[in-house]
């Protein structure tokens, strides 16, 4: 039988932590959607991590349980078990105390790197149950929680031994609370993307992924001992290159800096910035700081070389990056972020000591490959050149089109302009453009039909980008304006619709114009996107008719089969919907514009990293990843009300 605990002064201070993480979750993992669900995965990897970087750990294993639950386990040290100064396991702090600095006093607890991370705490306390198995010393110790609070009896202060083992780490496994959390489901797509990442930054290491919760285990293993560079060549690896990989490392003022870039035939940047080995999605000093000196390092090649003359001005910032793919990873002892979501990093030391390494190391690369020196200025050149032309090409067009809302007269708009009540469906082909605009609501609601294919922006220049009558209806119908490498004109603040709503067929050809829009806007509107404009119509496939009772939307085929079961016994009709353009003006109302009955997906994405991971996926050739993404989101589509 339990023992009662008893709460002294500083057991109380826990609970009352614990109570303030359940209560305000969103300020310790940034939100209760999937993303924050995924982020308590990555609290708990994190710390097995740190033990890595301590010197003590090369194995993590990360499995999603058929029951929703997680474990994480690693083979470092074990966290340590003895009686803290508390008068409690050091085991049990680790998981019950909010420490905002994230170092142990205690020598009981402490890194050689000093790094091991604050996040137990608040995953526990969002946790319906947490369970940790502890492998040192020769034995197996085993603690547990429920939301939070401790559940186990403790014998003679210690945690009770479960068994004998000559291995040392630790396993944790969790179940997320489900009054926290709006969904509970993990995505196996994101923690996947985010384990590869982990173990592309942590080259000794590897990471065994297994999903057991369809009907056939999925297993990964991730280990890449190319480091940063092997990441550099997965990001590139469906371009054309233009060099190899460059790659260097320096230290300075107790800062470790690591840099790898390539070029690759394609108009754009993608330059991502860590800071032990977390993603800032922001940028940072580290990124002002390799950017400014690498583009002083090559103006002055282009100088040197006779790329630019005299009387030519420098080489801008974008034009030096035109192509690049580059990853910075620095290591900072005490690293600082600007701002509340810590995608930021600000420690003026950071910059200083990457620009001295570029300074330093890329003439080192350079003065010995001239080959990839001509490859970058060409790049370079070829950005300015169309950089001139694009600032006359830009004047004119919006200077032109500014008072003519439509260019090519095939926007419905709606009456209002106000613009927090408003939408534009973006709709594929003629005959769904036809019947929306009769079945819409044209106080609210604008319709946009476009023909066929747009563009593939991933691999087209900017001109063509422009040129394009499609594109151009969208930029002005929006309000914005564009952005790209070479000058900001968005200003999001004149978006005209608060959503823009993607309507195309659930099949093959409608994912793909969903997927060149959303290259689209993530190129060039990125901010449609990050701030929660972009939503794709999600049309049922079915509706059921009971005899008795209310007709339901069926959206796919499992949910068919589901409803099947559970009404065997009582009898139904049933309706097919074909595809968008196949409906008439009601049912199209009633499926998928009808604020009240229609079903959206809000398209959420997180970073840089990974959308260029779902760009990677959707746009390439490989069709079963492809068909795995929409899968996977679709499920956890919720009705937009
Ligand atoms: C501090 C000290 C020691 C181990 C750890 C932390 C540790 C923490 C975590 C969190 C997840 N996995 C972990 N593995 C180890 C070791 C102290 C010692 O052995 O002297």
């Not at 978006?495 to 993607?502: E, G, N, Q, S, V």
Request: aromatic share 8%; proline share 4%; with cysteine.
């Amino acid at each position: 039988m339990a023992k009662k605990q008893v709460y002294d002064a500083s057991s109380i201070q826990v609970l009352e932590g614990l109570e303030a993480v359940r209560r305000r979750p969103g300020m310790y993992i940034g939100s209760t959607s999937r993303k924050g669900l995924n982020h308590l995965i990555y609290e708990i990897v994190d710390n097995a991590v740190d033990e890595h970087l301590a010197g003590y750990c090369d194995h993590i294993n990360v499995t999603l349980e058929k029951d929703g639950s997680c474990t994480v386990e690693d083979n470092g040290r074990g966290i340590p078990v003895g009686m803290h100064e508390k008068g409690v396991p050091a085991e049990r702090l680790v998981y019950t105390t909010l420490h905002a600095g994230g170092k142990f006093d205690n020598d009981a607890y402490k890194t050689s790197g000093g790094l091991h991370g604050v996040g137990s705490s608040v995953v526990n306390a969002l946790s319906t149950y947490l369970d940790v198995k502890v492998k040192r010393d020769g034995a197996i110790h085993h603690d547990h929680y429920a939301r939070g609070v401790p559940d186990l009896d403790l014998v003679k202060g210690l945690l009770p031994v479960v068994g004998k083992t000559k291995e040392t780490g630790t396993i944790v496994n969790f179940l997320p609370d489900p009054e926290i959390f709006e969904v509970t489901r993990f995505s196996a797509t994101e923690v996947r993307s985010r384990l590869h990442e982990t173990a592309y930054l942590n080259p000794g290491l590897t990471i065994h992924f297994a999903d057991l919760r369809g009907d056939e285990p999925k297993e990964n293993t991730y280990h890449e001992p190319e480091g940063i560079v092997g990441y550099v060549r997965e990001m590139n690896k469906s371009s054309e290159c233009l060099t190899e990989p460059i790659y260097f490392k320096g230290h300075d003022e107790g800062i470790q800096v690591e840099v790898a870039l390539q070029y690759v035939n394609e108009f754009h940047e993608n330059v991502l910035g860590y800071c032990n080995n977390i993603y800032n999605a922001d940028g940072g000093t580290h990124l002002t700081g390799f950017k400014t000196a690498f583009t002083t390092v090559m103006n002055s090649y282009a100088r040197t070389i006779g790329v630019l003359k005299d009387k030519d001005a420098n080489f801008t910032g974008p034009d030096i990056r035109n192509g690049m793919t580059a990853v910075i990873s620095v290591k900072h002892p005490d690293p600082r972020f600007e701002g509340q979501t810590k995608t930021k990093l600000d420690n003026p030391d950071a910059s200083r000591v990457v620009a001295k390494i570029v300074s330093e190391e890329a003439p080192h690369y350079f003065d010995r490959n001239l080959d990839a020196l001509k490859a970058v200025l060409s790049c370079a050149e070829k950005s300015a050149k169309i950089r001139k032309a694009e600032e006359k090409t830009r004047t004119n067009m919006l200077s032109k089109q500014k008072y003519s809302f439509d260019t090519n007269g095939k926007l419905a708009n709606c009456i209002s302009r106000d613009a927090s009540k408003c939408e534009i469906f973006i709709v594929e082909g003629d005959s769904a453009g036809g019947s929306a605009k009769t079945a819409r609501d044209r106080n609210y609601q604008a319709i946009l039909p476009i023909r066929g294919k747009i563009l593939n922006v991933e691999k087209a220049s900017i001109d063509k980008v422009l040129a394009n009558a499609e594109i151009k209806t969208m930029i002005t119908s929006f309000g914005c304006g564009f952005s790209e490498g070479y000058g900001n004109d968005f200003d999001i603040t004149k978006l005209r619709y608060d959503k823009i709503i993607i309507m195309a067929d659930a099949d093959v050809d409608g994912a793909h114009i969903g997927t060149l829009l959303l290259t689209l806007f993530y190129r060039y509107m990125p901010e449609l996107i990050s701030e929660g404009h972009v939503y794709i119509a999600m049309p049922p496939l079915y509706k059921v008719m009971p005899a008795k009772g209310e007709g339901e939307y069926l959206y796919d085929d499992k949910a068919l089969e589901r409803y099947r079961k559970k009404h065997k016994n009582s009898k139904f009709t049933l309706q097919r919907y074909k595809g968008l353009g196949e409906m008439d003006p009601e049912q199209l109302w009633e499926t998928t514009l009808n604020p009240e009955t229609r079903m959206l997906r809000r398209i959420e994405i997180g970073d840089a990293r990974l959308s260029s991971d779902i760009t990677e996926i959707l746009m390439g050739t490989d069709v079963p990843p492809r068909k795995e993404f929409i899968y996977e989101h679709a499920r956890d589509a919720e009705l937009d009300v």
